[in-house]
């Protein structure tokens, strides 16, 4: 039987475990401690750091591991990394780990490959911010350089909101630096891909929703995104000189764009599948399972992506408006074969966050239909028989 290492056991590593344990595989959740869904589903648990390289490489030596790889989140990504140029398996490389983990490395290789960007700066929390930020226009962007799901991300828009977004990114750290970029004022579209032996095997671009907090926050996503021909033409240019400037091979790839007069600008890229059903809409869109493609890449299979199908789907996060206890859920929906899943991630009587980022979401809806119209509309019907209270 063939051992798998998934790194993290939350709610977007959950799809990974049960695919992989479908498919006969020996599952092994590597987390640190907490209320994760995931350990009640692993065949073995291993309470370490995900960011923790070393410790993990050992765990895998001594488990002589098939596969390593994760869902949804950037923190375990440079961990895959080393473990796979250690061991020698399939997936995402040290370096180009390292890269996709920095946001200051990303921006240089993209300066350095000539990828269409924001403009920026390295600042460190003792530089002068004035100084540092002169030949910049507002708004600005302050974000930490290694966080992940938003957090560390402020928009400002003005020199007197200067320290209080330094504090804010600061507590979402671990580096003694950030960076700060010029905001593009455009739309905000993103694309999943996969890269696998240097191919790049499909290039799904999608829409988003987003919730504006202190920064744009996607709350769900909707494929096919109406763009004209050139301006996906050009989006996959980007994406793929991207790609090459991050080193990016044998991984999924979550990408963030804004589009500003037709051209498109890449903000950054991640070596792992996206977050907020983004999963789900690449495997309902293209009709194969993603989550078994994943798995298979990451065990060094022959992997074939075929996209010759296309379903118009739509997804929304369900969240909450203010901290407390949730005191009840009520989903009135019927069986509909265009209503593709609608999962609560708590239950009555726990305790929830008002929504402002990804991980305080408390459940998802995804949705399908002939056309992206039905499928959205399907979307808001199946979202207003769902009632949630939150004391």
């Given at each position: 039987m063939k051992k798998l290492m998934i790194?993290?056991?939350?709610?977007?590593?959950?799809?990974?475990?049960?695919k992989a344990k479908e498919m006969g595989i020996y599952t092994i959740v590597v987390s640190i401690p907490g209320n994760y869904p995931g350990f009640a589903l692993a065949d073995q648990v291993i309470y370490e750091n995900t960011v923790d390289y070393d410790r993990v490489l050992e765990v895998?030596?001594?488990?002589?591991?098939?596969?390593?790889?994760t869902a949804g989140t950037d923190v375990a990504v440079i961990t895959i990394g080393k473990v796979c140029d250690e061991l020698g398996l399939t997936g995402i490389s040290f370096e180009a780990a390292r890269i996709a983990s920095n946001k200051i490395r990303m921006k240089k290789k993209y300066e350095e490959y000539g990828v269409r960007t924001a403009r920026f700066r390295e600042v460190s929390f003792?530089?002068?911010?004035?100084?540092?930020?002169?030949?910049?226009?507002?708004?600005?962007?302050?974000?930490?350089?290694?966080?992940s799901g938003s957090r560390g991300i402020?928009?400002?828009?003005?020199?007197?909101?200067?320290?209080?977004?330094?504090?804010?990114?600061?507590?979402?750290?671990?580096?003694?630096?950030?960076i700060v970029e010029e905001f593009i004022e455009g739309k905000e579209f993103g694309a999943q891909a996969f890269v696998y032996h240097g191919e790049v095997q499909f290039i799904l671009p999608h829409g988003d929703y987003v919730f504006q907090g202190d920064t744009g926050v996607p709350i769900g996503h909707?494929?096919?995104?109406?763009?004209?021909?050139?301006?996906?033409?050009?989006?996959?240019?980007?994406?793929?000189?991207?790609?090459?400037?991050?080193?990016?091979?044998?991984?999924?790839v979550n990408a963030d764009f804004i589009l500003k007069d037709g051209r498109t600008y890449v903000l950054e890229l991640g070596g792992r599948s996206g977050?907020?059903?983004?999963?789900?809409?690449?495997?309902?869109?293209?009709?194969?399972?993603?989550?078994?493609?994943?798995?298979?890449?990451?065990?060094?299979?022959?992997?074939?992506?075929?996209?010759?199908?296309?379903?118009?789907?739509?997804?929304?996060?369900?969240?909450?408006?203010?901290?407390?206890?949730?005191?009840?859920?009520?989903?009135?929906?019927?069986?509909d074969d265009d209503i593709c899943e609608i999962?609560?991630?708590?239950?009555?009587?726990?305790?929830?966050?008002?929504?402002?980022?990804?991980?305080?979401?408390?459940?998802?809806?995804?949705?399908?239909?002939?056309?992206?119209?039905?499928?959205?509309?399907?979307?808001?019907?199946?979202?207003s028989w769902i009632r949630i209270e939150v004391e």
């Amino acid at each position: 039987m063939k051992k798998l290492m998934i790194m993290g056991a939350g709610i977007y590593q959950v799809p990974l475990i049960k695919k992989a344990k479908e498919m006969g595989i020996y599952t092994i959740v590597v987390s640190i401690p907490g209320n994760y869904p995931g350990f009640a589903l692993a065949d073995q648990v291993i309470y370490e750091n995900t960011v923790d390289y070393d410790r993990v490489l050992e765990v895998a030596r001594r488990e002589q591991i098939d596969g390593i790889v994760t869902a949804g989140t950037d923190v375990a990504v440079i961990t895959i990394g080393k473990v796979c140029d250690e061991l020698g398996l399939t997936g995402i490389s040290f370096e180009a780990a390292r890269i996709a983990s920095n946001k200051i490395r990303m921006k240089k290789k993209y300066e350095e490959y000539g990828v269409r960007t924001a403009r920026f700066r390295e600042v460190s929390f003792e530089d002068d911010l004035n100084e540092k930020t002169a030949e910049l226009n507002f708004p600005l962007i302050f974000k930490a350089v290694d966080s992940s799901g938003s957090r560390g991300i402020i928009r400002v828009n003005s020199r007197e909101e200067f320290e209080n977004a330094r504090n804010i990114v600061r507590e979402n750290t671990r580096a003694d630096h950030f960076i700060v970029e010029e905001f593009i004022e455009g739309k905000e579209f993103g694309a999943q891909a996969f890269v696998y032996h240097g191919e790049v095997q499909f290039i799904l671009p999608h829409g988003d929703y987003v919730f504006q907090g202190d920064t744009g926050v996607p709350i769900g996503h909707f494929a096919p995104y109406d763009l004209d021909s050139e301006t996906v033409a050009d989006a996959k240019i980007q994406l793929e000189q991207a790609i090459k400037a991050m080193g990016l091979d044998n991984c999924a790839v979550n990408a963030d764009f804004i589009l500003k007069d037709g051209r498109t600008y890449v903000l950054e890229l991640g070596g792992r599948s996206g977050a907020t059903c983004l999963a789900e809409l690449v495997s309902i869109y293209y009709g194969f399972d993603y989550y078994k493609k994943m798995i298979q890449a990451a065990l060094g299979e022959e992997v074939e992506f075929p996209t010759d199908h296309a379903v118009p789907n739509a997804s929304m996060l369900l969240r909450s408006e203010k901290d407390g206890v949730i005191r009840s859920i009520v989903n009135q929906n019927i069986p509909d074969d265009d209503i593709c899943e609608i999962q609560f991630d708590y239950q009555e009587g726990d305790s929830v966050k008002k929504f402002h980022v990804g991980p305080h979401r408390i459940g998802h809806v995804i949705t399908k239909g002939k056309t992206l119209e039905a499928a959205v509309d399907k979307l808001k019907e199946a979202l207003s028989w769902i009632r949630i209270e939150v004391e």
